[in-house]
């Protein structure tokens, strides 16, 4: 029978895409995207999405409170944080309850007192990061569990996941941290769609900073799941190594870009075809690689041309362009005082 009512839905983070398909098929549906632990009585936030409302692509907001609920998106310091930024997710009011039966330990750690509001009020600490949308609105990010420090930079993965998601061809997606050989930590993409990972890469490098954009990209016909449906991160494969022939640096550029990309990775030998990130580099790794390449070619070489052509021979051609875009730019003047100081250096 096909469904007429509404369509209810909860427990994992919900994205545009894959629900597009089933609105499409049952275009008379009123689908609800419900939020809540079971600590505040299981639903205590909701988004109604009535037939016929566009749903853009990427992350489906958890909506807003619900009758006799109070949210609270607050700092590490319990202070309330702009629209737009990040912070944890309190419960209070009505359904919250009063705590864990014979727990007071844990109970006093999770059913905090309020400050807003009328002295003995308490809230509950989801543990879930969420950020308020400029139309009033709450966006999921995460669990706090899921905030990591990889080489100083304290990580939201579940704002690099948000990221993925807002992108069309990405269903679905998770991010991780793994370690390489020389056990130096690196994030590692996890998306279900045909999204390409150097398309990925780019366009991340455009929106985030370099060290919230993952090292490495697996793409996966699903993502695996646990018994009770949730993302089992213990499952999700490490990326693979792809090995090629060697092929000798052909240009100077090329020359340039291979002793860099050895000299960061501790390789005894990187060729014309060899991939940054395949070789075991990371977001930090590649901040020094293009610092030492626009030191020896004095030029702003941007980061995200890395993340864009991570191969040798390709981020060479970007380096070419480059110089000979400055080299245009140069007066006859100018370019004359260059092959004379040139040639008295050839002497």
Known sequence: MSPTADLVLGGEALAGEPLAAWRAAHPEVTVINEYGPTEATVGCVAARIEPGESLPPGPVAIGRPIWNVEVYLLDPALRPVPVGVAGELFVAGDQVARGYLRRPALTAERFLPCPFGAPGRRMYATGDRARWRADGTIEYLGRTDHQVKVRGHRIELGEI??????????????????????????????????????VLAAELARTLPAHLVPAAFVRLDDLPLTANGKLDRDRLPAPEQVSQAYVAPRTDAEALVAEVFAEILQVEKVGARDDFFALGGNSLRGMRAMARIRSEVDLDVPMRALFSHPVVADLAVQIEQLIAAEVDDLSDAEVAALLSAEEGTTR
Do not use: F, I, K, N
């Not at 807002?166 to 941290?177: F, N, W």
């Open 161 to 198: 996941e948000s990221a993925l998601l807002a992108r069309p061809d990405v269903h679905r997606a998770a991010v991780l941290v793994r370690e390489d050989d020389q056990g130096e930590p690196y994030l590692v993409g996890y998306v279900v769609g045909p999204a390409e990972r150097d």
